[in-house]
């Protein structure tokens, strides 16, 4: 097996690390994967089902309709301030 082929079993694996000098390395051992067939410790990723992207990708949806509201408000709050200042310049003017 070349170390290609082990490298691409080993991206698969939990344990895998990767080091800048030796890339993937063994996280178990430290050292290159060094088995023939198959890993007696291989311990393979779990990934993350589809339906959870879903949920997470309509969870920014509906948080991109706010937008609007969000600037509305803003802008409302700022115009109360903006008044309140203005009476109360003119309160202590007179």
């Avoid at 390395?25 to 890993?39: E, V």
């Avoid at 410790?41 to 959870?52: A, Q, S």
């Amino acid at each position: 097996m070349t170390k290609v082929e082990r490298d691409k079993i080993c991206k698969t694996c939990k344990n895998h690390i990767i080091d800048e000098r030796y890339g993937i390395l063994c996280g178990l051992t430290n050292n290159i994967p060094n088995f023939q067939d198959q890993c007696k410790d291989f311990n393979k990723v779990v990934e993350i089902t589809p339906v959870f992207r879903k949920t997470s990708r309509s969870i920014h949806k509906k948080n991109e309709k706010k937008g609007f509201k969000s600037f509305l408000g803003a802008g409302i709050s700022l115009w109360l301030i903006f008044k309140l200042i203005m009476l109360l310049i003119k309160f202590f003017n007179k």
